[in-house]
């Protein structure tokens, strides 16, 4: 078989072969550049992340260009010479590359774009679901460093956002238990659940606890970089909401109501009665605690700026010692 019949031969099937490789490629290129970015996102800088991704993709590219024609020639017997792989792979590079970039690029950006407005928040702009208030019911929780003051004085600000961004980072946790990240307002971040989310298996206290134990696994480390293992209080109320789309510079999805001012309140009563986890008994009715969870009536209080009074309790885990 001589080289010109070879390389007709690849001209002619040319497309289908790229067709398949580009389906099987594109669908590998979205899964790896998850998988990678939830492993070593945070660790390295983003153009980084972006030449690491780059990378593994253009070798595993290769790797099936060549299981592939390992298959045609030894599976199905086609007796494929070894100079319709060599001319293959060299018309292939170039396009290659050239695909994997615009490929990445889309990926990495639409990944990023979702990142900062929060998963599943693009489609919903992009759909226009929030043009119009939305009215539903979401749990929010604020979590917020005890003694942040004290600590941004005797750290100094770039040790002191040093400290707050690693936090945050632990603060990945919670993601497994439903939550969403709102906003991150300073040393605060607003998690959000949908009401049902939240209850469900008691998600929303267990992402709390999840992440006090998190920093308390790496007690070590936050100890010898910043003479301190951060600690920190957080508010829970639950309700009636309303959602929607706002900005024209930049455009974000907005939360408005009584729900998420309450909740900001009740954090903030957490210093004054020296706990931990504060929760509305609005919200704490709709929950199922079991038995390893303490709850204390902590008094009916009237929260800054409301009418009326509601009763609000801290919520404790028992040690596994007071459990037993």
Known sequence: MDEAFVLGWIGYYNVILFILLWLVTSLLFGFLHIIISRFIS??????????????????IFFFIVFLLFWFLDNILDLKLPEISLRSF???S????????????????FIVYISSIIGPGNLQKILSGKFYKPLVTEKVFMFIDLKGSTQLAERLGHIAYSNLIQDCFKDLVVVHSYKAEVYQYVGDEAVLTWDLQKAIDDNNAIKAFFVFQKRLEERAVYYEEKYGTVPDFKAGMHGGIITMTEIGAIRRDIAYHGDTINTAARLQGECNRLNVKLLMSEALLTEMDLPSNYKTTLKGEMQLRGKNGMIKVFSIEEKSVQNFN
């Open 42 to 59: 945070g660790r390295i800088r983003y153009y980084q992340l972006i030449i690491v991704t780059l990378v593994t993709q253009l070798l």
């Open 89 to 91: 792979l060299n018309l």
């Open 93 to 108: 590079f170039l396009e290659a590359s050239i695909y994997i970039l615009i490929v990445n690029f889309c990926i990495a």
